[in-house]
């Protein structure tokens, strides 16, 4: 670390020097420039995974003439409305290699952008209530050990040694035991956004907010620029990373996605004393918990099973999630909770994300992260960047193919939901 990473950047005697100094050399994170007429790549979308492509581009391959659009303000998105988990227990190739590769970039995040970004290795136990389900985790935890990652099977009195304030009685799910992946748990979501935010902007890349893209300018096959609520503004690459507003954006070139958009809803308790020390997913009743930093016990379940673009949920969903939790662990009945949020996914048919270029020359795109793709902004932006850049898919996103769900061929079915169920 340098001198002027000690003095200037965020370090113990930096705050020290700033404590003693009444706190007035902290400057703000990004600057606010106006949009420049031309760019060498523009990044629609101001979310976690448009701010770490930004970052990488700027990092690893040394592109900096680079504008970040976001229509809102940074990190007002899905990055900053989900449940924080960070994993890399997915099973199919293609998936495992590239969600492995992910949490490998977290693990050395807060050094790389010298942000405190919260990671927690807390551990996450996915509960099974069948014997199908124990094989079924078997067989996934083989995969993970495989992919060069950790998973440990627990029995019942295991999970009981680390969750000791679960339902063991309950029947409508018995619990038979958990996967334990332990380098899995949690990181602070708009934290991780900011310090995207921070790298990009002091590596020279324009971040440029109340900016939405309202058109994309295209001349013979090949993009030309995008037309903005701020003006027009040239570029020679565009990459539209929106999350939610995919099919949205994606229209702006005449291209249908293959992208259904619904609302997450997540909840959030009164900050309370430590009492849930790991990630807890409880997916036969649709449910999941962890506890913040701050002591509330955040939790959600399932998809609002509708599309939509409004970032609100409906009660029965509600219900549904808070029925599971008292089942799993009544003691949360003595919480209160405070609010809920909902985000909007872009979910696609195979529950898989695609990371490609498109048919129009100079125009990719980056979507179909559903609900998981909070874990991936790293290896997302990594692997968004390398291809923006090189024009070739890096190799651990080379299955994230646009056109599978045209061919048929590579499709990567985490959701169950196509045509390999077996492999759920
Ligand atoms: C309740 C909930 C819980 C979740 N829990 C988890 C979890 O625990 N773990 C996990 O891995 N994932 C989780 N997710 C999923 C994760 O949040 C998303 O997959 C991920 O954040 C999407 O990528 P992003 O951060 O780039 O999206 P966003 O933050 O949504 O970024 C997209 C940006 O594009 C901008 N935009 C849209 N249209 C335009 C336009 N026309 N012009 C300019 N800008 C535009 C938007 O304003 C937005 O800021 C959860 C999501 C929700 C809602």
Redesign the pocket.
Known sequence: MGFDRLTKGFSGLRVLKEGLTGNKGWTPHWRDPAPKPEYDIII???????LATAHYLASQHGITNVAV????YL????????????RANYMLPGNSEFYSHSLKLWEGLEEDLNYNVMHSQRGIINLFHSDGQRDAYARRGNQMIAQGDDAILLDRAGVQKELPYLDFDQTRFPIYGGLYHKRGGTARHDAVAWGFARSADSRGVDLIQQ????GIDIENGAVRGVQTTRGAIRAKKIGI?????SS??AAMAGMRLPIESHI???FVTEGLKPCIDHVVTYGSGHFYISQSDKGGLVF?GDLDMYSSYASRGNLPTAEHVVEAAMTLMPMIGKARMLRS???I?DMSPDGSPVIDRTHIDGLYVNCG?????????PGSGHTFAHLLATDAPHPVAARHRLDRFRTGRGILDEEATGSQHNLH
């Open positions: 629609i979308g101001g979310g976690g995974h448009g659009l976001e229509k809102g990190g007002g998105g899905n990055v900053g409305r989900n449940t924080t988990i960070v900016c939405e893209v309202t990373v929106v999350a939610g507003r949205q954006v997450l809803q997540a959600g949020w909902g985000g996914m992260w559903c609900y998981g793709g909070f874990k991936a902004t």
